[in-house]
């Protein structure tokens, strides 16, 4: 991963604003909306788009987003915009959408889309602490827009039928808690915990989570690797981002191979989920979660 994307990505996890009481965009009565026209410039939005059955018509940072996110699938042919944070306006207005759709907090601001077409923002965390329920939210709001109901409906009720069944599944398998992390660099973890979209999910598992430190909004935290070593039993899972040399720098370190948890041979590396996603990311965590300690 290019040392420009981390360096955004680092700054954007300490410094994303707390912009979670901010209502939705949607017009009370929603318009009628050409689904094949509608860009995405944040990765939340463009997962609740492809859950629904949507191709959006342009993306921000489809490269970063094959990378942290890597499914659902953007298919081929979609437009790129540029950055999240600050994506090509000119040419978002050539291309004249029919929706706009971009998370709270981050990005540019609503004044500066409005005067290109309608817009809906969706929160991460809604001020609860409950990124899943606000994620069910967000899937209807975005459903009723553009006349996806069923299909949100449907999606939900399979996630629902995919907890209750791993939960009885995994009862009793699990007696360490879990460490979920993803490496930012050679010296720097990201942990998960309290306000998370993963633990809204391993509660509803029964399952334990290792992490019980400091949080930001988000429900992550930056922490150096060394912390690490404070959580001796525990099982460590470890979502990779296409960061194999920077996993291959830390693993030949003294501190990394002195690592309880690396030693014991409980660190397991698992595909990327996005840590900040809605249902889909909730499912393919689940996906994942069970194939990991089915192995284990």
């Known amino acids: 991963m290019p040392d420009s994307f981390r360096r955004r990505f680092i700054t954007a996890l300490a410094c994303s604003p707390l912009l979670y009481h901010l209502p939705l965009d949607a017009a009370a009565t929603p318009p ?4 094949s026209r509608i860009v995405a410039l944040e990765w939340l939005p463009v997962e609740l788009l492809l859950t629904l059955g949507v191709t959006p018509y342009a ?19 979609c437009i790129e915009v540029g950055l999240r944070t600050e994506p090509n306006m000119e040419l978002i207005t050539e291309l004249q959408p029919s929706l706009i759709l971009h998370s709270q907090g981050y990005g ?35 459903a009723g827009y553009i006349g996806r109901e069923s299909q949100a409906q449907q999606h939900l009720a399979a996630l629902d039928t995919l907890l209750s069944q791993l939960r009885h599944k995994l009862a009793g398998r699990v007696t360490r808690p879990l460490l979920l992390m993803s490496l930012l660099d050679d010296q720097h973890a990201l942990v998960f915990g309290r306000g998370s979209l993963f633990l809204d ?34 099982d460590a899972l470890c979502f990779a981002h296409a960061d194999d040399a ?22 397991k590396r698992i595909p990327a989920v996005w840590f900040y996603g ?18 284990a």
């Open 32 to 35: 009628t909306v050409d689904i």
């Open 108 to 142: 540019p601001a609503k004044s500066m889309l409005t005067p290109i077409a309608p817009s809906l923002a969706f929160p991460f965390n809604d001020g609860r602490g409950k990124p899943l329920l606000t994620a069910r939210t967000s899937l209807m709001t975005l």
């Open 59 to 77: 993306v921000a940072e489809m490269a970063g987003y094959r990378a942290w996110v890597a499914d659902p699938v953007i298919p081929q042919g």
């Open 246 to 267: 920077t996993m291959q720098r830390l693993s030949q370190t003294p501190l990394w191979q002195a690592m309880p948890f690396v030693r014991a041979g409980r660190f």
């Open 201 to 234: 999910v391993m509660q509803a598992l029964e399952l334990p989570n290792a992490w019980q430190g400091e949080t930001n909004f988000w429900g992550s935290a930056v922490i150096g690797i060394e912390r690490l070593a404070d959580l001796p039993e525990v």
């Open 278 to 295: 809605a249902t889909w990311s909730a499912m393919r965590f689940c996906h994942l979660l069970n194939q990991a300690l089915e192995a």
